[in-house]
């Protein structure tokens, strides 16, 4: 079987706008994973990981896990919502 170079770049063209969208979705899936890791290495520093955590009350505990959560929310651009 033989090929025109219409046939190649036709082919070209198929293979192209099938790859070209996953690539955007790779592109937007590697920042976000970036944008996870950055989180989760903020979070290991939060006072949640604090040994002086678990020595909090209750209360105490509550008002800084909503704290942290908050902070995770704005670094992540998400609106909690509220009751």
């Not at 099938?18 to 955007?24: N, R, T």
């Not at 290991?44 to 800084?64: A, P, R, V, Y």
């Amino acid at each position: 079987m033989s090929l025109s170079q219409e046939d190649l770049q036709h082919i070209k063209s198929i293979v192209e706008n099938a790859v070209e969208p996953i690539y955007g979705k790779l592109e937007a899936l590697e920042s976000d994973i970036k944008e996870i890791y950055f989180m989760i290495a903020d979070l290991q520093h939060s006072s949640i990981t604090d040994k002086d955590f678990k020595k909090l009350s209750l209360e105490k505990k509550l008002l800084t896990l909503n704290s942290e959560l908050i902070n995770a929310a704005k670094q992540a651009g998400i609106t909690l919502p509220r009751s």
